[in-house]
């Protein structure tokens, strides 16, 4: 028996070495490339998926950030929606919202359409127009509230100088909601103007120059060429606008954060993201500022819904529904003449 394994030894020892070597799995291939993405993933898991994860349990309990959490279940939601401070700072961030980004989206798109139209120093007016957004929004913040002072401000000394009485802006419920408009006004305008002028720039000139032939005047070229074509670039800043107004934070706090009162007097200022703040870390009640949290995802989830509908929508319904009124206004009007010769 030992002879004749010695003697199939050899062949099968060669066998083996003849044999081909299985090819590694798609998994070992594809190693290399996994271990060189993980990174990100990781740091997601750690920094993004699991804080988002842990404030929907966290709004379920009642918790001060060191004993122990008690579960509460709905009734961080229940008080949410009877709570006066909360819908006080939806209103005032709505309102906010609503007077600053209407007329920042219509001034941004005027400055974009001039500056597509410019010939000299084109460079030059885009970084202008985009320094704001890249400063200190704190360092704004300070010089915009030395303008809008009630007693010393920029601004009630030129209305005292035109012979007008000066405004309360950080006192006043309206001021103080058209102080932090402003602000959001001068640091996102030149950003929005940068992303309508390349809009702009993607639309081609041999659209206007038909347009041009056939008599529109440059009123007719904006409304009727420039403002329909812009429209998902339109929808984008809506809906980013939304979400930031929908956020503002930096504003109320540092023009009122030192004066005990975090929306100021009033809590004219008072915005969402200001109240989950207080109520997180000055109250600590930390679930009902997850809770909190939620809802304001809630609130921009719909407005942008909102956005896409009436901005942005199905351009194919939007051209049937179209069509279909123009044909049912010609089918009355041939018969509202055939009734008149008759």
């Known amino acids: 028996m030992a002879v004749s394994d010695a003697v199939r030894s050899p062949a099968a020892v060669s066998a083996r070495d003849q044999a081909p070597d299985k090819p ?10 996994y271990a060189a993405v993980s990174p990100f993933f990781i740091l997601f898991a750690i920094f993004g998926a699991f804080p988002v994860i842990f404030s929907i349990w966290l709004s379920f309990h009642s918790w001060d950030g060191i004993g122990a959490m008690k579960w509460v279940g709905l009734e961080q939601y229940s008080y949410l929606l009877s709570d006066p401070s909360f819908w006080k700072s ?35 007016y885009r970084i202008a127009y985009f320094v704001p957004n890249i400063t200190s929004v704190v360092a704004v913040t300070m010089v915009f509230g030395s303008v809008f002072s009630n007693n010393f401000g920029l601004l009630n000394a030129f209305l005292q100088s035109i ?3 000066k405004i309360q ?44 032939v056939d008599g529109a005047s440059p009123r007719q070229i904006f409304w009727r060429i420039t403002v329909p074509l812009l429209r998902p670039v339109i ?8 979400i930031g ?8 706090q540092v023009l009122f954060g030192s004066s005990g009162a975090i929306g100021g007097p009033g809590d004219s200022g008072l915005t969402i993201v200001s109240y989950l703040y207080d109520s997180a870390f000055g109250q600590h009640q930390f679930g009902y500022g ?6 304001l995802f809630i609130l921009i989830v719909l407005f942008s819904v909102i956005n896409w509908r009436l901005i942005g929508g199905n351009d194919d319904e939007r051209i049937t529904k179209r069509a279909a009124r123009r044909i049912n206004a010609k089918i009355a009007r041939e018969k509202k003449e055939s009734a008149d010769a008759h």
């Open 90 to 124: 939806i209103t005032n961030t709505l309102i906010i919202w609503v007077i600053s980004t209407v007329p920042m989206l219509l001034l941004a798109l005027v400055i974009a359409n001039s500056l597509h139209n410019a010939t000299r120093f084109r460079s030059f």
């Open 163 to 165: 012979g007008l009485e």
């Open 24 to 33: 590694p799995s798609k998994f070992r291939q594809a190693l290399p490339q």
């Open 169 to 212: 802006w950080l006192s006043a419920p309206w001021g103080i909601k058209v102080a932090i408009a402003t602000i959001i006004v001068w640091r996102w305008t030149g950003y929005n103007a940068i992303i309508f002028l390349a809009g702009l720039q993607a639309i081609s000139s041999d659209i206007y120059e038909a347009a041009k």
């Open 245 to 252: 107004g929908l956020q503002i934070f930096t504003e109320s």
């Open 235 to 242: 929808l984008f800043t809506a809906v980013t606008s939304t």
């Open 290 to 295: 997850a809770a909190i949290g939620w809802a």
